[in-house]
């Protein structure tokens, strides 16, 4: 699964939260599909940043 899911949990369990989260965006959809959903890309991933 991707990591965000993984990790956040674990950093509320230990009273962090991340300070910056990036996201990016890969593939193409169907442009029915991205008018519905409001995204263009067919996967997104995001990286946090905890300090």
């Not at 949990?9 to 300070?19: K, N, Q, S, T």
């Not at 996201?23 to 008018?35: F, Q, V, Y």
């Amino acid at each position: 699964m991707h990591p965000t899911h993984a990790v956040a949990p674990c950093l509320m369990l230990v009273g962090h939260l991340p300070d910056r989260v990036y996201a990016r965006g890969s593939g193409k959809i169907r442009k029915e599909l991205e008018e519905q959903y409001g995204c263009p890309y067919a996967f997104e991933a995001a990286f946090e940043k905890v300090e």
